[in-house]
């Protein structure tokens, strides 16, 4: 596909569509608040489905071009499913490299503790085009194990519809710009394939990604310290990040001053015994 995708007034209107995209990538919009936007926006979102089973008979071509399905890629570890497409010059580049740039901080290693699975939502494109964007990231991650731990898939339409569908994501193909009007963010899936977390926009935040899997492997990976996290993190679906529980932290806090509390009383207790032992002993 031709990189000069706007006829007349290219830098213009990809410009306004970019911004406009943005803008949706903000958050989750249900249909009735896009007034203002665009009538190309009017179908564009990205819903909460949480718990949703995610096809795993959809069927694909990964960056190779090999048929695969996304049913491949589940049942060992957590999976972040990214939608978007590769001819996309707005959007999806600045998505992808924020998520890798996300990623990299964090301790879990890609294709061990994690997989992301990368779906374009243009049936028109080909795994050439799969395997650069794919080389690309590999290269914005710049860790161990993206070649193996990160698939970039194409499919056809009726595939492509199943899985965003399951996903609530919600976009819309104009024509006129050979574009697609979209939002941006990423859907943390159960090792079972099921929606656990949506993180929306471009610039995630680690902990949030790093949370969210540990929740999604249901405490398989992750220390001790990142479980006290998710105690005082709570998800919030309609802003797709954690805040934090003032009542748990204080809870937290508490308990933790009666740890210690408890721990010198004791302490002095058993001195104080030890003491009079001596003493009694004495006489």
Not at 79 to 106: F, N
Request: hydrophobic residues 45%; contains cysteine.
């Amino acid at each position: 596909m031709s990189t000069q995708i706007f006829p007349a007034r290219p830098r213009t209107a990809a410009i306004v569509l970019g911004l406009c995209g943005i803008l949706v990538a903000l958050g989750p919009v249900p249909a009735s608040a896009h007034t203002g936007l665009p009538p190309i926006f009017n179908d564009v979102a990205f819903d909460h489905r949480l718990n949703e089973q995610v096809p795993p008979d959809a069927a694909f071509r990964d960056e190779t071009g090999r048929t695969v399905t996304l049913g491949e890629y589940f049942g060992r570890r957590p999976v972040i499913l990214v939608p978007v497409y590769y001819s996309c010059t707005t959007l999806c580049p600045m998505l992808l490299d924020g998520l890798a740039r996300s990623l990299r901080p964090i301790s879990f290693e890609m294709g061990k503790d994690f997989d992301i699975v990368t779906v374009t939502i243009n049936p028109r494109e080909t795994p050439a085009q799969a395997a650069a964007k794919k080389d690309l990231a590999v290269r914005q991650y710049a860790r161990p194990g993206a070649a193996e731990g990160w698939h970039f898939l194409t499919g056809q339409d009726a595939s492509i519809r199943r899985v965003m569908n399951a996903i609530g994501f919600r976009y819309t193909y104009d024509a006129k710009t050979d574009q697609y009007a979209h939002a941006a963010g990423v859907v943390i899936l159960t090792p079972q394939g099921r929606t656990a977390r949506y993180f929306y926009g471009i610039d995630l935040s680690p902990r949030d990604l790093r949370l969210g899997l540990i929740e999604a492997a249901e405490g398989r990976i992750g220390s001790p310290i990142d479980q006290v996290l998710l105690f005082c993190y709570h998800y919030d679906p309609l802003t797709g990040r954690y805040g934090l529980i003032i009542m748990n932290v204080i809870r937290l806090v508490g308990l933790a001053t009666v740890l210690v509390l408890g721990t010198f009383i004791a302490v002095m207790v058993r001195r104080d015994r030890r003491v009079a032992s001596r003493a009694g002993g004495a006489h």
